[in-house]
């Protein structure tokens, strides 16, 4: 079992950034590829980037890509998801998500935080 728990979402005008961190405790952290997924209202989750369990390969959505960055840091635990020129749209919920092997569907992950909100105004 794998408890994940995140933070970093709030309030941001379009065109700025923020920083995600989600800690993850009880199995090995690095045994996981790790995701990031989110949800707007009214809409299905979508995929947003993953991470491999060893740091050495990275998934984005096509939404997204040239914008995020998704990390991690196996020594403390935790993942990382840095947004930059955000835009309206990405207002959402913003889970993240933990699977034995990199996954690049929502529908995949296993492990889910309680998630964290980002909202973009215009």
């Known amino acids: 079992q794998v408890q994940l728990v995140e933070s970093g979402g709030r309030l941001v005008q379009a065109g700025g950034s923020l920083r995600l961190s989600c800690v993850a405790s009880?199995?090995?952290?690095?045994?996981?590829?790790m995701g990031w997924v989110r949800q707007a209202p009214g809409k299905e989750s979508e995929f947003v980037a993953a991470i491999t369990y060893s740091n050495t390969t990275t998934y984005y959505a096509n939404s997204v890509k040239g914008r995020f960055t998704i990390s991690r840091d196996n020594a403390k635990n935790t993942v990382y998801l840095q947004l930059n020129n955000l835009k309206p749209e990405d207002t959402a919920v913003y889970y993240c998500?933990?699977?034995?092997?990199?996954?690049?569907?929502?529908?995949?992950?296993?492990?889910w935080g309680q998630g964290t909100q980002v909202t973009v105004s215009s």
């Open positions: 998500a933990a699977r034995w092997a990199l996954a690049v569907q929502a529908r995949e992950y296993d492990y």
């Open positions: 009880g199995r090995t952290f690095d045994n996981y590829a």
